[in-house]
């Protein structure tokens, strides 16, 4: 959580996601309601994108904001901001989804989670959130395109699509030796272009 507390004497709708998040580990459940309604649409939008089924992806939405609500107290701005820690939260149930379904994801694999949050036109944010997604995306997708192709490759399979390694191998025509070696080395360059992109901003 953040060092300071949150405002007490400001509407909740005006306090930020981590102090949203501290109120709610706290016990305050209005402070869920409020970031419900500040990210349902992304949430919605993101999980039919990977299940392809609108009916499945609103219960989805529901079980995210719950598990949300259960887990507020494990949430740390300090890892993060509070909608990646959302957006991967809806990822990995959505693809706990379709693996449940015995399907792959409809359309997944083309979307980039970051560059899909920063073009949802949801005039709610503040222009400060525009702009912290945007630039979010930019570092993301600037990281993603320094690695080789073939990195990169298997890790949208990966994570777009939900493939397990010894999927990707057979999708790529390549040993699964040589798919673990490119995921392994792929996540350690991602790490470090992203570590040095927020030296640079410094």
Do not use: C
Request: glycine share 4%; charged share 30%.
């Amino acid at each position: 959580m953040t060092e300071e507390s949150p405002r007490s004497d400001a509407p909740l709708v005006d306090q930020n996601d981590a102090d949203l998040m501290s109120l709610a580990a706290g016990g305050e459940s209005t402070a869920i309601e409020v970031l419900y309604d500040r990210y349902n649409r992304i949430v919605f939008s993101f999980a039919l994108r990977i299940i392809g089924d609108r009916q499945s992806a609103e219960e989805l939405l529901q079980e995210v904001f719950f598990r949300v609500w259960r887990q507020a107290g494990a949430y740390s701005d300090r890892r993060g901001s509070f909608v990646t820690w959302l957006l991967s939260i809806t990822h990995n149930m959505a693809i706990d989804e379709v693996r449940r379904r015995r399907r792959r994801p409809q359309r997944a694999d083309q979307e980039d989670p970051i560059e899909f949050l920063a073009s949802m036109a949801d005039r709610g944010r503040s222009v400060e959130q525009d702009v912290l997604l945007n630039s979010l995306r930019d570092q993301v997708n600037a990281a993603m395109n320094e690695l080789p192709v073939a990195q990169r490759d298997a890790l949208e399979l990966a994570y777009f699509r939900g493939l397990t390694q010894r999927e990707i191998a057979d999708e790529l025509g390549e040993p699964l030796g040589t798919i673990k070696t490119r995921m392994r080395l792929g996540l350690r360059k991602l790490r470090v272009n992203l570590e040095q992109q927020e030296v640079e901003s410094a």
